[in-house]
């Protein structure tokens, strides 16, 4: 077993319960939408393992809901998009606070190995952006270097979005 499952089983078990969205009803499994079985890559699985631990610790603001969601489809009339995750910031009573974040995990063997591929990602990044998203991208050395630092600089993003002009004021008032 090398070290990168070892690490990744260690992770899994702790955090087994909260990330997995698996349960045992009348024998049959049945698996919540946000669940971690749901991601496409050992990279996506490590990252949402570190950033559903941080919503899940870190959410003590009743203003708000957040959800993540491996593999969104966003509509795209005739066509759909499939991202990584959907990251959403849900204000309950004001959704122009709201934040909407698709986090793409870029493995070296398939993003931007080819012209094509790396304007079919920025394509996709200029569509999601006309639709509302942000967008964020971490490659896979990136995730599998840091993951907490990954979801670090997501939150960063996400508290400037959400907070950002109200942090602004107090420091200046």
Known sequence: MSRYDEVMEEILTSFKEMVEGAH????KEYVSPSSVKNTDSPIEELLFIQLKSSIVYGNFDERYNEVLTPQFKIDKGD????????????FLEDDDKSVR???????????????EQAQKDKSRDRFLLNEGYYV??????EIYKSPKKCVNEIMEFVTD???????RKIYKG
Do not use: A, N, P, Q
């Open 24 to 27: 045992i009803i009348d024998g």
């Open 79 to 90: 066509s759909y998009i499939k991202v990584d995750f959907l990251y959403e910031v849900l």
């Open 101 to 115: 974040l698709v986090i793409e995990c870029d493995g070296h063997d398939y993003h931007e190995k080819t012209k």
């Open 136 to 141: 964020m991208r971490f490659t896979g050395s």
């Open 161 to 167: 979005k959400t907070y950002g002009d109200e942090i």
